[in-house]
């Protein structure tokens, strides 16, 4: 049964790159996509985007100028940067199996303050 | 962008049914936008109940059932019970594969 693990900072500063990464237990990374969502507190999910194992990617056209989503396939990992982060990106990252998300993380919380 | 619209809320009786629906800004839902349907409870992460309009997963109770009804998506739960009181969220795929989520609907099973 494949898992999914999220990892990174839980706090960044305003103006600053939030990294997280995806660490993918009990199955390939190859074959699949793998997705980030988010969800700010209090509020639903937002899909931020999606890799590919290959590289390809598909991102949220309101993110994807300070989006990049990559894939580590030596470590069975995906990862996710920010850039320019201000308190709207204070939220619960969940990482996900799939382009749709079939599987999920646990979720990390991370807080955007200085 | 497209805006994926549930009902905000909806109550159901313990043992009733219930039906939450998905609907596009762009018009129709139909099967090529692969409807999926997840159940989020307090702390916990979502978890996926349908893919692709209809489809079960392997830990989804028999009373929750997807389809297609009137232009929209659709999630039925027929004999509702408490531990189904939750956030529900559906999502669509749109033209060039990006994904949109609706708001979600919270469900009280009351």
């Known amino acids: 049964q494949v898992q999914l693990q999220e990892s990174g900072p839980g706090l960044v500063k305003p103006s600053e790159t939030l990294s997280l990464t995806c660490t993918v237990s009990g199955g390939s990374i190859i074959t699949y996509y793998w997705s980030w969502v988010r969800q700010s507190p209090g509020k639903g999910l937002e899909w931020i985007g999606y890799i590919h194992y290959s590289g390809a990617t598909n991102y949220n056209p309101s993110l994807e100028s300070r989006v990049t989503i990559s894939v580590d396939m030596s470590k069975n990992q995906f990862s996710l940067k920010v850039t320019s982060v201000t308190a709207a990106d204070t939220a619960v990252y969940y990482c996900a199996r799939d382009a749709a998300c079939t599987v999920w993380g646990q979720g990390t919380m991370v807080t955007v303050s200085s | ?110």
């Open chain 2, 1 to 110: 962008q497209a805006v994926v619209t549930q009902e905000p809320s909806l109550t159901v009786s313990p043992g009733g049914t219930v039906t939450l629906t998905c609907g596009s800004s762009t018009g129709v839902v139909t099967s090529g936008h692969f409807p999926y349907w997840f159940q989020q409870k307090p702390g916990q992460a979502p978890r996926t109940l349908i893919s692709d309009t209809k489809n079960k997963q392997s830990w989804t109770p028999a009373r929750f059932s997807g389809s297609l009804l009137g232009g929209k998506a659709a999630l039925t739960l027929s004999g509702a019970q408490p531990e189904d009181e939750a956030e529900y969220y559906c999502l669509l795929s749109y033209s060039g594969a990006r994904m949109v989520f609706g708001g979600g609907t919270k469900l009280t099973v009351l």
